[in-house]
Antibody, heavy 117, light 109 residues
Framework: QVQLVESGGGLVKPGGSLRLSCAAS????????MAWIRQAPGKGLEWVSY????????KYADSVKGRFTISRDNANNSLYLQMSSLRGEDTAKYYC??????????WGQGELVTVSS | ETVLTQSPDTLSLSPGQRATLSCKAS???????VGWYQQKPGQAPRLLIY???TRATGIPDRFSGSASGTDFTLTISRLEPEDFGIYYC??????????FGPGTTVDVK
């Protein structure tokens, strides 16, 4: 079955960097666009970024543009989110999700990123 | 910017009752790009309905969706104990590319 497992989260100081990874299994990663979506503690969902199946196209939310970079390694069944210049408002659980026709049909369990001094 | 408004904020119902959740977009959205997710405490969201009335894999037929212009509705015909949680609507297209509503909490009366 489809499985998405995030890793790489933790506590980081404002201005710092962190790289999230998402290990995909149970489907052919190279056939799907993928995305990152985040959820601040006790808050709703916010789309962060997505990437085309061959990495040729990426898109970002305005709130992270220029600071976050999405990438993927289809050969190793992995999705990444490089986060830099982190701010307190980036504190959230970050979900890796599979994209399908405008929606997100499978989600990982999420990885918590806390930005605090 | 596309803004989604969900109502009510909280719906308190008993098992067996019908739940009707609303989502309104601030601007025109193609109805085939409207979807609904369910999230339970401590869990990731789960896609329920998309397009606006197609059930995702494994979703029981007590869940249904509809759209009329900028108004979208998720209906749960008879609430089961496992249906309590937070429901988010989501649209694709516009700016930002993907927008989620603030959520409606369905809890036990």
């Amino acid at each position: 079955q489809v499985q998405l497992v995030e890793s790489g989260g933790g506590l980081v100081k404002p201005g710092g960097s962190l790289r999230l990874s998402c290990a995909a299994s149970g489907f052919i990663l190279s056939e799907y666009y993928m995305a990152w979506i985040r959820q601040a503690p006790g808050k709703g969902l916010e789309w962060v970024s997505y990437i085309s199946s061959d990495s040729s196209y990426t898109k970002y939310a305005d709130s992270v543009k220029g600071r976050f970079t999405i990438s993927r390694d289809n050969a190793n069944n992995s999705l990444y989110l490089q986060m830099s210049s982190l701010r307190g408002e980036d504190t959230a659980k970050y979900y890796c999700a599979r994209y399908l026709f405008g929606f997100f049909d499978h989600w990982g369990q999420g990885e918590l990123v806390t930005v605090s001094s | 910017e596309t803004v989604l408004t969900q109502s009510p904020d909280t719906l308190s119902l008993s098992p067996g009752q019908r739940a009707t959740l609303s989502c309104k977009a601030s601007q025109s959205v193609a109805s085939n790009y409207v979807g609904w997710y369910q999230q339970k405490p401590g869990q990731a969201p789960r896609l329920l309905i998309y397009g606006p009335s197609t059930r995702a894999t494994g979703i029981p037929d007590r869940f249904s969706g509809s759209a009329s212009g900028t108004d979208f509705t998720l209906t749960i015909s008879r609430l089961e104990p496992e249906d309590f949680g937070i429901y988010y609507c989501q649209v694709y297209g516009g700016s930002p590319l993907f927008t989620f509503g603030p959520g409606t909490t369905v809890d036990v009366k």
